[in-house]
Every structure is written in structure tokens, then in C-alpha cells.
């Protein structure tokens, strides 16, 4: 099995910062893809930055320059992280970490809450 695990959400005023990690771990023998998504209420869930198969990084077009995705490779696991600067109260909401693993099966975490104050 796969597990996603979050961290490092929280409230923090605009123009803050936060940063999100994600251990990924359990049978991972193929990482495809892997990122972060943000969801709010009423809202489907949007990319907001990834590595993508070809291992380039992807950011939506509202965090970029704001934002830095990373990755980390252990024995057993894999880390993520997403270093976010400069935030704005547009930024809140739920970020789930994702991977796209062997045969294109994606997998996600349970969620982690950003609320930005104005």
C-alpha cells in the first residue's frame, strides 16, 4: 500500500510564509508524477504546482514565483515539500499532496489547511 502524510498547514497573515511537506511511502516502485493541489469549498481541486513525468516542475500561474516545490528521496520514502512565500488570502484553502505512481494510479493525501488573513 501507499501513504501520504501532510504537514504544515496553518494560519498565517498575507505576505507570510508556510511551508507544506508530504512523506510518501509504502510501495512505490515508479513515481510517474507528483504535486501539490489546493481545493476550496464549492470548488474543484486545482493544480498549484507538481514535477511532472518528464521531472520539470509545473506552477499555476498564481503562485509562480511565490512558490517552490521540492522533492527528496530516502530509503523508504519519498518527501515533498512546497515552500510558499509571499501569501495571500487568495491561497487559502486545502492543499493535498499527490502522486501518480506504477500503472498511473494516483494517490492522495488526506489534506492539509492554509488560511492566509488579510
Known amino acids: 500500500q501507499v501513504q501520504l502524510v501532510e504537514s504544515g498547514g496553518g494560519l498565517v497573515q498575507a505576505g507570510g510564509s508556510l511551508r507544506l511537506s508530504c512523506a510518501v511511502s509504502?510501495?512505490?516502485?515508479?513515481?510517474?508524477?507528483m504535486g501539490w493541489y489546493r481545493q476550496v469549498p464549492g470548488k474543484q481541486r486545482d493544480l498549484v504546482a507538481k514535477?511532472?513525468?518528464?521531472?520539470?516542475?509545473?506552477?499555476a500561474d498564481s503562485v509562480g514565483g511565490r512558490f517552490t516545490i521540492s522533492r527528496d528521496n530516502a530509503k523508504n520514502e519519498v518527501y515533498l515539500q512546497l515552500q510558499m512565500n509571499s501569501l495571500e488570502p487568495e491561497d487559502t484553502g486545502v492543499y493535498y499532496c499527490?502522486?501518480?505512481?506504477?500503472?498511473?494510479?494516483?494517490?492522495w493525501g488526506q489534506g492539509t489547511q492554509v488560511t492566509v488573513s488579510a
Open positions: 499527490n502522486t501518480v505512481l506504477q500503472r498511473g494510479i494516483p494517490y
Open positions: 509504502g510501495r512505490i516502485f515508479t513515481i510517474i508524477a
Open positions: 514535477f511532472n513525468s518528464g521531472g520539470d516542475t509545473v506552477y
